[in-house]
């Protein structure tokens, strides 16, 4: 007699192998204008994420990317190469954290400009968000990019984490005056991305998006 191996429990193996390793999630710093704020608050988040033995953490820091605005299928050298900065990392992703300032009631060109060089990269994948501003925290940001994520096939987290007047709680050091509030927000918003990181990323492993 033959045994087989009903596919059952074929598609269900690489789903469980995928399980057993750490969800990549690359953090997006999306300003890059000049005296920002965003390398403060960023690295309060990456110490968050780095302190999860379930993730690890890659940055994509925009200030760092010089993309133009003219989208081509066909880009000249100099435009593949700082492609080459972000593309792989948005790649080889699982789960996402956009960092967003809050200008003129939305978010940065830069951050629309780097969405909107990618597709596949960000699909089936989700996106958690961390802003800061003024009285509004940077969050009519976050509501701006909603919609933009969600016609990529994300799945955009609920909770964020918002900095309100956010040059007032931080010290020179970059220490949070009072972090008890933040760090909990951190967490809910982590363990939700983890959730969904870890139901997607297993999903894809047994059937591949899109199939």
Partial sequence: ??????????????????AEKPLHVVVIV??????RFGPIVAE???ARVRE???LSVDVVDLAEVDLPTSLSFSPSAAVAAELAKVTPKLAAADAFIVLTPEYNHSYPASLKNVIDWHKAEWEAKPVA???YGGLSGGLRAVEHLRPVFAELHT???RDTVSFHNAGA????AGNHHDPTGP????????????WWGWALRSAKAARPYGS
Avoid: C, Y
């Fill in 1 to 18: 007699m033959t045994e087989t191996t009903s596919p059952q429990f074929l598609s269900a193996a690489p789903a469980a192998r995928e």
């Fill in 30 to 35: 999306g300003s890059n204008r000049e005296g």
């Fill in 44 to 46: 309060w988040l990456l």
């Fill in 52 to 54: 999860r033995p379930d």
């Fill in 129 to 131: 968000f961390v802003s």
């Fill in 155 to 157: 799945v955009t987290i």
């Fill in 169 to 172: 709680l931080f010290d020179d």
């Fill in 183 to 194: 760090d909990a927000a951190a967490k809910t918003l982590l363990d939700q991305l983890s």
